[in-house]
């Protein structure tokens, strides 16, 4: 059973920067592909940003794009997303995410039914 842990949440500034990280236990670690995603109070969960299974490629949702960069580590089974220039609309529990499946996937990575294996989130909350 694959477990996953966020953590590096906190309240910052605009303009501020924070690092999460998904630490992830219980299967091998790099043969996942992994998501973030983030829900704010009374909206739907959003896709952020993911990497697949073999670290090739990224993908980021239009409005992180320049400010949050996904990076992993396979020997400390963590996957980072380094979060600069927050804004206020960032505000959010921040979520990872693996699909059911290692390797290749099949799906887009962007959606939320493409994950299997959650973590209880952090939240990041930027004020003004």
């Known amino acids: 059973q694959l477990q996953l842990r966020e953590s590096g949440g906190g309240q910052v500034q605009t303009g501020g920067s924070l690092r999460l990280s998904c630490v992830k236990s219980?299967?091998?670690?790099?043969?996942?592909?992994t998501g973030w995603f983030r829900q704010a109070p009374g909206k739907e969960r959003e896709f952020v940003a993911a990497?697949?299974?073999?670290?090739?490629?990224?993908y980021y949702a239009d409005f992180v794009k320049g400010r949050f960069t996904l990076s992993r580590d396979d020997d400390r089974l963590t996957v980072y997303l380094q979060m600069n220039n927050l804004k206020p609309e960032d505000t959010a529990v921040y979520y990872c995410a693996t699909p059911r499946s290692t390797g290749p996937f099949s799906g887009t990575l962007l959606s939320l039914n493409d994950y299997h294996y959650w973590g209880q989130g952090t939240p990041v909350t930027v004020s003004s």
């Open positions: 990497v697949t299974w073999n670290g090739r490629h990224t």
């Open positions: 219980g299967q091998t670690f790099s043969a996942h592909a």
